[in-house]
């Protein structure tokens, strides 16, 4: 791979045994950064989807995951979006009644099945807000809307990201945005679900080339494929596992581009920054790790 000002040097490493897919890539923002920074842990979840099918086995396998959230590792728990199915109101306080039981603070973002009023009533006033947390600084975007499965991002909310980014830098903070759509395009055999040119996806990512020396990664629900990524915009772009349920599309067999470890049981995330590298860590709920991803600051710009 020839070097410029544009290139992401990575390598990438995948060891199949045991049902392990470990992969390692290489980027930039943590580079010659990391030491003096206290390690962070902490959980991501999405796609609960409570009241899917109109039936329990969601509220079942949430309150489940819920307890196991309780005693993982990590200080906070971001969930990515549709915390219910269908927008049902009567869904949230179900939803509720097992996210108090984890003990740490949750921190959500909308998705497309839920409706932006019931979020107000029932998670949070902002459907846009700031976390910040020691040296990060989580960017929590709703990008969804009930009437589509694609993207949609403002101007007014990209001008957001943009002033979150530059007052991470004032405080010496890194950026984690966190989003319910992928901004990456990804067309079939994909789920061609993202955020399109005309919806936001050319600004926002000259605002990611803007402070690509400050955001360490991006995450999204949505897809329910396990984990789902790429690498080509400077940070990496993941797609997380559903707490309920995933499928395998075959990616890798028909060639798209990007990652998809073979993994699909429901599950979460665990994640951790230390000594310059980023870790995601695929937990299969009831089961125990079986894809992790590790990310090394050491990518040359």
Same mark, same amino acid.
């Given at each position: 791979m020839s070097e410029s000002s544009n290139t992401i040097q990575r390598r990438t490493f995948v060891s199949t045994a045991a049902g392990l897919a470990a992969l390692t890539v290489?980027? /930039?923002?943590? %580079?010659?950064?990391? #030491?003096? =920074?206290p390690p962070l842990n902490f959980i991501i979840v999405s796609d609960t989807h409570i009241g899917y099918k109109l039936k329990t086995g969601a509220e079942k396998q949430w309150e489940k995951t819920a307890t196991e959230l309780?005693?993982?590792?990590?200080? !906070?728990?971001?969930h990515l979006g549709d915390i219910v199915? %269908?927008?049902? #109101?009567? /869904?949230y306080p179900i939803y509720l009644q097992s996210r108090n039981r984890i003990g740490k603070p949750v921190y959500e973002i909308p998705g497309n099945h839920d409706p932006d009023d019931l979020f *107000? *009533?029932? !998670? =949070?006033p902002d459907l846009d807000t700031a976390i910040e947390h020691h040296w990060l600084?989580?960017?929590?975007?709703?990008?969804? %809307?009930r009437d589509s499965h694609d993207g949609f991002l403002s101007g007014e909310q990209i001008d957001w990201i943009d002033q979150q980014c530059q007052e991470a830098k004032k405080k010496d903070q890194f950026a984690f945005l966190c989003l319910h759509v992928p901004v990456h395009q990804n067309k079939h055999p994909d789920r061609g679900w993202y955020v399109k040119p005309e919806n936001g996806q050319t600004k926002f990512y000259e605002? !990611? *080339? *803007? $402070? /690509? @020396? =400050?955001? !360490?990664?991006?995450?999204?629900?949505?897809?329910?494929?396990?984990? %789902?990524?790429? @690498?080509? $915009?400077?940070? $990496?772009?993941?797609c997380l596992p559903s707490a309920l349920y995933n499928l395998n599309r075959g990616l890798k067999e028909k060639g798209a581009a990007g990652y998809n470890p073979l993994e699909f049981r429901p599950g979460?995330?665990?994640?951790?920054l230390t000594g310059g590298s980023l870790k995601f860590q695929y937990k299969p709920?009831?089961? #125990?790790?079986k894809v992790e991803k590790r990310i090394e600051a050491t990518q040359t710009l």
């Open positions: 290489l980027p /930039q923002c943590l %580079r010659g950064d990391s #030491e003096s =920074r309780a005693g993982a590792k990590g200080d !906070i728990v971001i199915d %269908r927008g049902q #109101e009567s /869904q *107000k *009533k029932y !998670i =949070r600084r989580f960017l929590l975007v709703n990008n969804a %809307r605002v !990611i *080339k *803007k $402070h /690509q @020396d =400050r955001i !360490i990664a991006m995450v999204h629900g949505h897809f329910h494929n396990g984990m %789902r990524g790429w @690498d080509d $915009h400077g940070i $990496h772009e993941v979460y995330t665990l994640v951790s709920t009831g089961g #125990e790790v």
